[in-house]
């Protein structure tokens, strides 16, 4: 995914990034687990692009809603402060969780990925999901073995 992310940003500079180029055959098994927001006010709030299917299961569509309009609250406070915090730092950054609700625990990890060379315009990320102390999936939801079970 940074691969695909240094051979985007380069391409683009300032220029708001075409769905189509996020979406290529490329990255396409993990599509279902990436958003990509556009800033919206310098990072005050930021607006759906796109949202894959796995992100957010059981929700109806985001897409062009803001991130502060969420309607989970870890969402709304979590997210922004990732992506300004890519926005700052001008590079990807990885994001860590521990989530506990009555349901159990969940871990996630995250990428974010800035886009834009004077001033960043959009924030493509990534989330997987798993219950806490679980990783045993990969992202596109097939057994993993040995190492990579860890």
């Known amino acids: 995914m940074l691969a695909h992310w ?10 708001p990034m075409p769905l189509r ?7 396409g098994r993990l599509l279902k687990f990436m958003y990509l927001c556009d800033v919206v006010d310098g990072g005050r709030d930021f607006r ?3 949202v ?16 502060s309009e969420h309607p989970d609250m870890g969402v709304r406070l979590r997210f922004p402060i990732m992506m300004r ?12 969780a521990l989530r506990k609700t009555i349901a159990g625990g969940r871990e ?10 004077s001033s960043v315009q959009q ?4 989330v997987a999901f798993y219950a806490a102390g679980v990783r045993a999936l990969s992202l596109s939801g097939e057994a993993l073995s040995g190492e990579d079970a860890r």
Do not use: H, Q, Y
């Open 52 to 67: 894959g299917v796995g992100v957010f299961p059981n929700l109806r569509p985001l897409t062009g809603k803001l991130v």
């Open 21 to 27: 180029a996020v979406a290529s055959a490329e990255i």
């Open 123 to 126: 924030v493509l990320g990534m």
């Open 48 to 50: 759906w692009r796109i």
């Open 108 to 117: 996630l990890e995250s990428i974010w990925l800035p886009f834009g060379d």
């Open 85 to 96: 915090a890519a926005i700052e730092a001008r590079k990807p950054l990885r994001g860590t």
């Open 6 to 15: 240094e051979k985007l940003r380069s391409a683009r500079g300032d220029e």
